[in-house]
């Protein structure tokens, strides 16, 4: 077997995954093409407490020993909160745990991060937000093609009886869902 066959069965074996899958980007096997995007750490709280009105997906400036902690899960987005300071937007209260093979070189655990949006996002985004009973609450951190990100909404918050609205609601419709699928068993 001389070199050529070598080649041409390397050839083939490249051919067999995309090597560029669409608008001239490469392949990258360290970046999983199958799932957009994949959740690192959600905010549960932020759902239950507070009135969704729009949301916006931001890109986040990290620390490496943040990027390599984030991928190992370890982040907490419960107290979280953001506000825009000087015609950007900042993202407080988020706690990224430390990444051990940093040592001594690692991060802030609770530091102020910059979130990155475009000027015209920032207007939109700042206009509704600053209305009153208004806040800024990050729903979800995730990486989408190998980049840190943060779904950000404008959200209002609830009060006791609207909590126990939802609760009820969902249980009713948990009961539904019960009931059907012992419908649908016996059938």
């Given amino acids: 077997m001389g070199p050529e066959t070598h080649r041409a069965k390397a050839r083939g074996a490249l051919q067999d995954q995309p090597c560029s899958p669409g608008r001239g980007r490469w392949y990258n096997p360290a970046v999983k093409a199958a799932t957009p995007k994949s959740p690192r750490a959600r905010n549960k709280k932020a759902r239950h407490n ?11 400036v990290l620390e490496g020993s943040e990027v390599k902690a984030l991928r190992q899960g370890k982040c907490n987005l419960d107290d979280a ?15 990224i745990g430390p990444y051990t093979e940093a040592h001594q070189f690692g991060h802030d655990t609770r530091r102020t991060r910059k979130l990155l949006l475009k000027k015209r996002e920032i207007d939109r985004f700042l206009g509704r937000a600053l209305e009153k009973g208004s806040t800024l609450v990050p729903l979800e951190v995730y990486f989408k093609r190998g980049w840190a990100k943060v779904e950000l909404a404008i959200a209002r918050g609830k009060r006791q009886f609207d909590k126990r609205e939802d609760l009820k609601k969902r249980d009713h419709d948990r009961d539904i869902a019960r009931a059907l699928s012992r419908r649908r068993r016996k059938d």
């Fill in 50 to 60: 507070f009135f969704i009105v729009d949301t916006i997906e931001a890109g986040l």
């Fill in 81 to 95: 909160f953001a506000r825009v300071r000087d015609g950007e937007v900042f993202l407080y209260n988020m706690h």
